[in-house]
């Protein structure tokens, strides 16, 4: 009974059914007397037009907002026209990323946020063959710049000449250098590196012709002019090339160590050829001659697609080298190549580099062009072998260069150059102070050991610091500088031996040391690039 109660009060009945709820009517307008209602429309975005870079600032286009409101004079009844902003070129230089090719305003790259794909030894393929080229080319100069030290005696007979006088050879091999460092990138700009290395060679095989016919002494000076000028070309073309790559310092390390076996080679031969066969000292540049054509043909046959094979290689890379292999480079006037140079010049990296090099090419030479004379007049040696010794000097670097580059990569370029110059300077004493021939001999060679590695470094550091626009002006400067210590440096080193003798090579030859560690100092220790 209670579950017949229970059931009347309570009805237990199924949910019904889940239905969607139906959309919401339509918002009835109201118009309030104190707040009259506003009709907005739907805002519309009007297209940005691009356009091309000009310097005039001037809007591009707009973004408006149109509203209504009360009536304005010159405009329909309740419109309004809000300018949020403008967008013209320079709101849209400035908001795109840079491009390898974009010009940074100053030397340090680093400020840029562009990154320029970085070739290798093996990759392009060409670039194997261009350093090949390139070495034998550093091993024809090698060969030329180290016979002097061995043929200044004969030559000194021959002409029947002094010190100062047979010393003008260096003076005229460095006004080549500075002269070249003019035009060398301006004749780049317009040739290419493969006929810009065509006529530096050229240039050399021309100034080899009054050697070889053993011309008066006033042509001998014009030809080493020639051959300096044309050096300074290929050195600039090379340094680049070498220190372009990602792996730069094993690259410049071989190009410069193939200059020093050009070194050790050259005065073996000059000597041989004065002292054992007896031939005149200017048949030793016959041989030069033929070097010098070869290098030039394996030398443009492997840079002829150089720019074509750069272009290819950025556009793989995911940089512009396609859109900037279509538009074509803008023709320079020499005024603005000499203001390039004039530019590269206030560049602290460059100017201390060139100081640098000027030092350390002024050491080098003076030592390979006058320690056989010291050796023949402090020592009292006589006899024409002394001139084996710069062999051995150059026979050093060329060791230095090739067995020492991979302990300077590991310990860093800069505190290493430090230790090597330290080492050289207390060797270049011994040669100065302790009398013995064979100990002096292998002192020279060991100051020649701890040179060599000098030069890579030295230019892979100023690569690294210099901008991409400034690298070929720039090394220009640096080489033309470095020439030209190597012509005051052994042109003071005769006219001091003149008056006070040949003992003054091993003052003058620290005192440049010094030097090379205070322009070292102030060079910038930019990081290398990895990847």
Not at 177 to 188: S, Y
Not at 272 to 278: G, L, N, P, R, S
Request: aromatic content about 10%; some cysteine; proline content about 6%.
């Amino acid at each position: 009974m209670d579950a017949m109660m229970f059931h009347g009060l309570i009805a237990v009945e199924s949910a019904p059914p889940l239905e969607l709820p139906s959309a919401p009517g339509k918002a009835v307008p109201r118009t309030y007397p104190g707040a009259p209602q506003e009709v907005q429309p739907p805002i519309e975005l009007q297209p940005l037009s691009r356009t091309p870079r000009s310097n005039k600032s001037a809007s591009a286009s707009r973004i408006n907002f149109a509203t209504t409101s009360g009536a304005g004079k010159g405009s329909q009844p309740g419109t309004t026209t809000i300018t949020i902003f403008s967008s013209g070129p320079e709101l849209e230089d400035q908001s795109r990323p840079g491009t390898p090719n974009s010009r940074s305003l100053n030397d340090d790259s680093a400020n840029s946020d562009s990154v320029e794909a970085m070739q290798s030894i093996m990759e392009p393929y060409m670039n194997r063959w261009r350093l090949l080229a390139m070495c034998l080319i550093c091993f024809s100069n090698g060969m030329s710049d180290s016979a002097p030290g061995a043929l200044i005696p004969a030559m000194e007979k021959y002409y029947s000449i002094g010190y100062a006088i047979v010393s003008l050879i260096f003076v005229g091999n460095a006004l080549g250098f500075i002269a070249a460092a003019f035009f060398v990138d301006a004749i780049r700009e317009r040739l290419g590196r493969a006929k810009t290395l065509a006529v530096g060679q050229g240039l050399i095989s021309l100034g080899y012709i009054p050697m070889i016919a053993t011309a008066p002494y006033p042509a001998i000076v014009v030809g080493f002019f020639f051959i300096g000028f044309g050096m300074s070309i290929n050195l600039a073309m090379g340094n680049v090339f070498c220190g372009s790559l990602s792996n730069s310092t094993t690259a410049l390390s071989m190009m410069h160590g193939s200059y020093g076996i050009g070194g050790t080679v050259g005065p073996l031969l000059a000597t041989a050829m004065v002292t054992v066969f007896e031939v005149v000292w200017s048949r030793y540049y016959a041989l030069s001659l033929g070097l010098t054509v070869l290098g030039g043909v394996c030398g443009t046959c492997a840079f002829w697609s150089y720019e074509r094979d750069t272009q290819q290689h950025l556009g793989s890379s995911g940089g512009n080298g396609g859109q900037s292999g279509s538009a074509a480079a803008p023709k320079r006037n020499w005024r603005a190549d000499v203001t390039a140079m004039v530019s590269a010049l206030s560049n602290r990296v460059v100017l201390l580099g060139a100081l640098f090099i000027f030092a350390y090419q002024g050491a080098e030479v003076s030592i390979s062009g006058w320690v056989n004379t010291f050796l023949m007049d402090s020592r009292h040696v006589h006899d024409g072998s002394v001139g084996y010794v710069t062999a051995g000097f150059w026979g050093g670097i060329t060791l230095g260069r090739f067995l020492l580059a991979p302990p300077a990569h590991r310990i860093g370029e800069k505190l290493f150059v430090v230790i090597v110059v330290v080492g050289a300077c207390a060797f270049q004493l011994v040669v100065w102070l302790v009398p013995n021939l064979i100990g002096n001999a292998v002192a020279v060679a060991i100051v020649g050991l701890l040179l060599g590695p000098v030069y890579p470094c030295a230019a892979a550091v100023f690569m690294r610091n210099i901008s991409k626009q400034k690298q070929v002006s720039g090394m220009g400067v640096i080489s033309a500088f470095g020439s030209s210590g190597g012509a005051a440096a052994p042109f003071t080193t005769g006219l001091l031996a003149q008056a006070a003798g040949t003992f003054v090579l091993h003052p003058i030859v620290i005192g440049l040391f010094v030097v090379m560690m205070v322009c070292w100092y102030g060079l910038p220790n930019k990081p290398k690039r990895s990847e």
